[in-house]
């Protein structure tokens, strides 16, 4: 993933310093994209979408910790750690990535891996335990277009988890499950909820949007499939057997 950083891209210095996240109020990642069906390109549209909130709306810097270009290069925003002014109502309990291009028609594959790279170094950063929304969850906005919200729904096709016996991935989310099973009723959310729901999709029972987040949806998914296993206990909880058995060869 190349990475452009402010000082690379030209930013203007905010007027007074950014506010920094508090980590333990962090519950997410909200994807937009520019609105704009013939937006500029590269960091002409970086630099545009800066005038614009800096110089007309008079903010405090470009809105977004991270914006990706329609060439997969991503662009420290206001950056990690830092609220943006992204998400109305949510700025201080998420990180935002804006696509630069239209999220309703065709989005490049080097774009789509960049904003999963993203999402992955945001989740390593905050223990994996966030969940991934469209801006349309969390507002009246059709943010951040069809395609985008439809790659959400389907769990970023492409970044099911890896499903060898060594995986590193794999290994790593079973340890977590065995440790804190997941369940709607904890409200369990983050990487592993995102790897069942994607994996319950493939097995044909629905969870819903995949977006990291137990639900109710996810709930009856769970239920179905543990009854289809006449061994499990349909109770809508992914532990360690109902893992297993989702992961199986």
Known sequence: MQHISRAEWGATPPRRPFSRLRPSRVVGIVIHHSGVQKAPKGVEAVLAYEHHHVVRNKWN?????????ENGICY???????????????????????YTGW?????????????????????????????????KSLGTTSCPGTVLINWLAEGMAGQAVEEKSGGAKLVRIAAEIA???LSRRRRSKGEAVLAVQIRLKQ??????????????????????????????????????????SLFKQ
């Open 61 to 69: 810097g470009i809105a977004y910790n991270w914006l990706v270009d």
């Open 203 to 244: 097995k044909g029972h629905d969870p819903g949007v995949c977006d990291g987040v137990a639900g109710r949806l996810f709930d009856q998914a769970t239920r179905a499939f543990q009854r289809t296993q006449g061994y499990l206990k349909a109770d809508g909880v992914v532990g360690s057997k109902t893992f297993n």
């Open 179 to 181: 440790r804190r099973p």
């Open 103 to 135: 999220g309703s028609t065709d989005v490049p594959d080097a774009t789509l891996r960049t904003i999963k790279a993203k999402i992955d170094e945001i989740q390593t950063r905050y223990g994996r335990r966030l969940w991934v929304k469209p801006h």
């Open 76 to 98: 420290e925003g206001r950056g990690a750690g830092v609220v943006s002014a992204a998400t109305k109502g949510w700025n201080s309990r998420t990180e935002s990535i804006q």
